[in-house]
């Protein structure tokens, strides 16, 4: 089984900042993606940014029209943790941020399963 644990979400004012975290555990053995998505009340859970190919050799991150610019992804490799850093935040970026990754494990290696962390509140408002 993998967790993950996301920390960082808030109340923060239009165009403030905030930086999400989330931590992969368990018994990982490779990463194949890893990223944020998110949902707001009512919309369908979107793509926010992610890094696909995360344990290739040319990783490549995509990222959400509406927040390019503005959100950036980062990742430790050897901790199995993402970040996202949010700047110049719009009160359209209220939703609940979910981390999310393609992993391969140990009981399931070499196949990669989807999880989901439980999702931090980000409200951007004044």
């Known amino acids: 089984q993998v967790q993950l644990v996301e920390s960082g979400g808030g109340l923060v004012q239009p165009g403030g900042s905030l930086r999400l975290s989330c931590a992969a555990s368990?018994?990982?053995?490779?990463?194949?993606?890893m990223g944020w998505y998110r949902q707001a009340p009512g919309k369908e859970r979107e793509l926010v940014t992610v890094?696909?190919?995360?344990?290739?050799?040319?990783?490549?991150?995509d990222i959400a029209d509406s927040v390019k610019g503005r959100v950036t992804i980062s990742r430790d490799t050897a901790k199995n943790t993402v970040y996202l850093q949010m700047n110049s935040l719009k009160p359209e970026d209220t939703a609940v941020y979910f981390c999310?990754?393609?992993?391969?494990?140990?009981?399931?290696?070499?196949?990669?399963?989807?999880?989901w962390g439980q999702g931090t509140q980000v409200t951007v408002s004044s």
């Open positions: 999310y990754t393609n992993v391969a494990h140990r009981g399931n290696w070499p196949s990669t399963k989807d999880y």
């Open positions: 890094i696909t190919r995360a344990d290739d050799a040319n990783p490549t991150t």
């Open positions: 368990g018994s990982i053995v490779s990463v194949s993606a």
